[in-house]
């Protein structure tokens, strides 16, 4: 069995479940197709179970190559880490972490909250990069990011999760909009005006089609940006309002003048949370940021 589950037949089982063919799964690894099958057929009798079967989208695993799949990112996940981990003793860091993050925690405390980390850590080194929520959870579930800090809507089921920090979601506006002078605003007091979308798919769009939806109410957004930055500029110019986190448009609306009227609806304090695999799956310097990232929020 040890022979078996090297790291390069995992390596080539994963590709073939991906590419759902053994010839592109074969190219993908620079190796010769006969090789790929050999070494699947000899864990297949190993288990005494198929792997794969074909199917009408070609090539898909079984309930026991499912299992394996997840067990082989998981391995080589592991290996990958500990891998980059020892090379970092070489240029004299001691432990390297990587963090995926949503746009609005990108944009919030997030990365005061690292630099803090790094200045008690200086060994440690910390790659932070942006991606959607979806992202996140799949690149934290395979294990090629160590944290995510994303809105805790997402689906973080079968993650460890520990509480971050909140915003609060607010009305953008021109200052002379008729609902600029608003003290508060309730969603439905922004339908009938040109609105903004921002981040198309993203969970905030899915939250405003949902709750506008709830009121009977059809969310079609003028204008879709993909940032903050874009929605500020087109709000600036008179052209919608648009629905935005707080904390992370202020600075934005100062620079172009804009009226953020606090949104008056229960799901408007958006919960951000940061997510991880077991901790024992985790390296220390992964496990110390984690924990530094919760006690910042809970201060």
């Known amino acids: 069995m040890a022979r078996t589950f090297d790291p390069v ?3 080539l089982f994963i590709a073939v ?7 592109r799964a074969a190219e993908r690894e620079a190796i010769v197709a006969s090789a790929v099958s050999k070494r699947i057929a000899a864990i297949e009798r190993e288990i005494g179970t198929p792997l794969l079967l074909r199917g009408r989208r070609g090539i898909e695993p079984t309930a026991a190559g499912e299992t394996l799949l997840r067990q082989a990112r998981d391995v080589l996940g592991v290996m990958e880490r500990m891998r980059s981990e020892l090379d970092e003793f070489s240029l004299g860091v001691h432990g390297s972490v990587r963090v995926l993050a949503s746009v609005s925690v990108l944009a919030e405390q997030l990365p005061d909250d690292i630099a803090a980390f790094l200045a008690q850590y200086r ?16 690149s934290v579930r ?16 079968g993650l460890h999760v520990q509480r971050y920090r909140s915003d609060h979601l607010c009305v953008a506006l021109p200052p002379g909009h008729p609902l600029a002078a608003r003290p508060r605003l309730a969603f439905a007091d922004t339908f009938g005006h040109a609105s903004i979308g921002v981040a198309p798919g993203g969970l905030m769009e899915a939250l405003l089609r949902r709750q506008a939806a709830l009121a009977g109410q059809e969310r079609v957004p003028r204008i879709q940006v993909s940032s903050l930055d874009a929605a ?11 629905v935005l986190p707080r904390e992370a448009t202020a600075p934005h609306a100062q620079a172009s003048g804009l009226v953020l009227v606090p949104l008056d609806e229960p799901w408007a ?3 951000f ?3 991880s695999r077991a901790p024992a799956l985790l390296s220390a310097s992964a496990r110390r940021l984690a924990e530094h990232l ?4 809970a201060d």
Do not use: M, Q
């Not at 060994?123 to 799949?138: A, K, M, Q």
């Not at 395979?142 to 689906?155: C, F, P, R, T, Y």
């Open 9 to 11: 037949t995992l390596r």
């Open 17 to 23: 479940c991906e590419e759902r063919n053994i010839a």
């Open 123 to 138: 060994s440690v080194r910390v790659s932070l990069d942006e991606r959607t929520s979806p992202e996140i959870v799949r």
């Open 142 to 157: 395979e294990g090629s990011a160590d944290i995510g800090v994303l809105w805790d809507l997402a689906d973080l089921a």
């Open 232 to 242: 500020c500029r087109i709000v600036a110019a008179g052209l919608g309002l648009a």
């Open 269 to 271: 304090v958006r919960r």
């Open 273 to 275: 949370a940061i997510c």
């Open 294 to 297: 919760a006690r910042r929020a």
